[in-house]
């Protein structure tokens, strides 16, 4: 099963560290998301999947410390075992609780934000309170971030991506 990880690009240079992305919750093509994009092909549904992960990676910014870096939405894709991962409907239609960190072997590809999204990205994390408390200026804020395609890397590139970024 192919599961997309919400990671920031600090989290993805400890991923490569220790050898295992730590992500509870990911986000793959589950039975809901199925049910709920019916005209979908495999291919929209992934793309919906990862663009879940990148929603929640805006979120994992939020909760993490900038450090004087660029924030930027970071998504890992991994294939797993299917039993590694179980739905969680309660958090998205899309999300999954995984049992255990994701070995870095099984990372296949990272999609990660370009630095033209930067200021976007720093305005929908501040928003993302209010937001969250209903406020539609924010909401448009927030919603704004995902104009922004995520480049695509290859799982070989991390490692060069991470020190450059760094």
Same mark, same amino acid.
Do not use: C, K, N
């Given at each position: 099963m192919r599961v997309y990880? !919400?990671?920031?690009?600090?989290?993805?240079? @400890? @991923?490569?560290? $220790?050898g295992a992305v730590e992500s509870p919750i990911g986000y793959? $093509?589950? !039975?809901?998301?199925? &049910?709920?994009?019916? &005209?979908? *092909?495999?291919e929209e549904? &992934?793309?919906?999947? @990862?663009?879940a992960a990148a929603r929640a990676s805006l979120r994992r910014l939020a909760g993490e410390a900038s450090g004087g870096? /660029? !924030?930027?939405? $970071?998504?890992? @894709?991994? *294939?797993?075992? *299917?039993?590694?991962?179980?739905?969680?409907? /309660?958090? /998205?239609?899309?999300?999954?609780?995984?049992?255990d960190s994701v070995d870095i072997t099984l990372v296949v590809s990272a999609l990660v934000d370009d630095p033209d999204a930067? /200021? *976007?990205?720093?305005?929908?994390?501040?928003?993302l309170p209010a937001a969250d408390a209903g406020d539609e200026d924010a909401s448009f804020a927030v919603d704004s971030v995902e104009d922004h395609e995520l480049a695509w890397y290859a799982a070989q590139e991390l490692a060069a991506l991470v020190e450059i970024e760094s």
């Amino acid at each position: 099963m192919r599961v997309y990880l !919400p990671m920031t690009l600090p989290a993805l240079a @400890a @991923a490569l560290e $220790v050898g295992a992305v730590e992500s509870p919750i990911g986000y793959a $093509v589950t !039975p809901a998301l199925r &049910e709920w994009y019916i &005209e979908g *092909d495999s291919e929209e549904l &992934e793309y919906a999947a @990862a663009a879940a992960a990148a929603r929640a990676s805006l979120r994992r910014l939020a909760g993490e410390a900038s450090g004087g870096s /660029d !924030p930027r939405r $970071v998504v890992v @894709a991994a *294939d797993v075992p *299917d039993r590694a991962a179980r739905p969680a409907p /309660d958090i /998205d239609r899309a999300a999954v609780r995984l049992g255990d960190s994701v070995d870095i072997t099984l990372v296949v590809s990272a999609l990660v934000d370009d630095p033209d999204a930067v /200021d *976007d990205v720093r305005r929908g994390v501040a928003a993302l309170p209010a937001a969250d408390a209903g406020d539609e200026d924010a909401s448009f804020a927030v919603d704004s971030v995902e104009d922004h395609e995520l480049a695509w890397y290859a799982a070989q590139e991390l490692a060069a991506l991470v020190e450059i970024e760094s």
